[in-house]
């Protein structure tokens, strides 16, 4: 007998999973860590393999049954130790928070201290930030961005560690449009005696692309989520070093976690093999070249860009100048079409859920194979869009062409 369909059992969720899936083929999604996993990456992530518990790792699990799971989550961790180019991967993180939290257990207890970038200025809530666990249970300091070029201040970062001697040090960003010196913040862990944590959530496509630099080799252990840039389901990871691989895997379970996600692990497999292709690090420089020619179009139209410019995926606006705030004005690009996420900028005297700036990223638009003539166009909707928040004629223009654009460019893993 066939089961009936998800149409038939529940159609009220079949049908807003049916908006949504229009809304992600209709619209410019420039939210930085949002992209599109193929659909090999969906199916594996959507498989049965969500009816099966695997607490434990492969050869040491908890319940029988694990032939098959064993096979998925060691051909997943070999394709990433191969993608990365590291010695040891735990790929059993429910997501990037998670794997943040497995390494402060791993190396910390209540009370000793850390170093992380300060959320204001580009950092995120796991480094220590104080509404996050790891700023209430640990004692952390925060370095921030210089105030002239708004680039992080590695000299703070030393006089920190420094003064501190933290056991942990973070380096790592959530909106931050540069390169990272992980050599620098290497040296600095050195010399004070801390265990360097690279988290690389937003830029690991980008580095198993070779279109940013690696912190292999420089951080003793790195962090990652599974999907932004990197394009496989949603989730988490963390990658290290032999010697310290002991301690993360016990930090994660039986630490943190109980049975892993294997439909997780087998998307992730999948997208690990795909970024192995060579096609990946074409993919991961045009992400670049995009980010860099959606920035100079609004720098064209005088749209201020913190630091200037960028480096890598991401594009900090400071609105300021044309007297919007961030907020508003993402609600007016989402109206046009263009999805983005209202951001505080370094400085801001806005508060955090009214800030003066946006943050945008070029990874979905260049899973959909736009590329630098198509990022200036959507540069000057944003423009146009931002200039006149209020003006419905122009909002109602900018979205037709972007309908226009979005049907020339066929979404991965989406069914029409």
């Known amino acids: 007998m066939t089961e009936p369909t998800l149409a038939h059992v529940d159609p009220e969720i079949a049908s807003l999973i049916q908006k949504e899936e229009k809304r992600q083929l209709d619209t410019i999604r420039l939210i930085a860590s949002e992209n ?189 989520t599974t999907h932004k840039t990197l394009r496989g389901p949603r989730g988490g990871m963390i990658l290290t070093t032999a010697k310290h691989a002991s301690a993360i895997d016990k930090a994660v379970f039986p630490g943190l976690q109980g049975g892993p996600h294997n439909s997780a692990i087998a998307g992730l497999a999948v997208a690990a093999h795909e970024a192995l292709q060579p096609s990946f690090k074409a993919y991961a420089k045009q992400i670049v070249d ?18 200037g410019g960028t480096d890598n995926h991401l594009i900090l606006c400071d609105l300021t100048s044309k007297n919007v705030s961030g907020k508003r004005a993402a609600i007016a690009l989402e109206s046009a079409g263009i999805v983005c996420n209202y951001n505080s900028v370094p400085f801001d005297k806005r508060k955090p859920f009214d800030p003066s700036g946006i943050r945008i990223g070029t990874p979905a638009t260049t899973s959909r194979g736009m590329k630098d003539v198509e990022m200036r166009l959507i540069g000057g909707w944003m423009a146009d869009v931002i200039e006149a928040p209020d003006d419905a004629k122009v909002i109602e223009r900018v979205r037709g062409e972007v309908l226009s654009m979005c049907a020339q460019f066929p979404a991965p893993g989406l069914t029409r």
């Open 36 to 224: 599109y996993a193929s659909r090999a990456v969906n199916e594996a992530a959507s498989s049965v393999l969500n009816n099966k518990y695997s607490e434990g790792y492969p050869g040491k699990r908890y319940y029988q049954g694990q032939a098959h799971i064993d096979g998925i989550e060691s051909l997943c961790i070999e394709r990433i130790k191969k993608l990365f180019g590291v010695e040891h991967a735990n790929v059993q993180p429910y997501s990037g928070s998670p794997a943040n939290l497995a390494v402060h257990y791993a190396f910390l207890r209540p009370g000793d201290s850390t170093v992380g970038l300060a959320l204001p200025a580009g950092g995120h809530l796991t480094h220590g930030w104080k509404v996050s666990i790891t700023g209430d249970f640990f004692s952390a300091h925060q370095y921030g961005v210089r105030e002239s070029d708004h680039r992080i201040d590695m000299d703070q970062v030393a006089a920190l560690a420094r003064e501190h001697k933290p056991k942990l040090i973070w380096c790592g960003t959530t909106a931050y449009p540069r390169t990272i010196d992980f050599a620098a913040f290497a040296q600095i862990a050195r010399d004070v005696g801390a265990v360097l944590a690279a988290d690389i959530a937003h830029i690991s496509g980008l580095v198993a692309g070779g279109a940013h630099p690696s912190p292999v080799g420089l951080a003793d252990v790195i962090t990652s």
């Open 290 to 307: 995009n980010a860099k020619a959606l920035a100079d179009a609004l720098l064209s139209r005088g749209v201020s860009l913190v630091t």
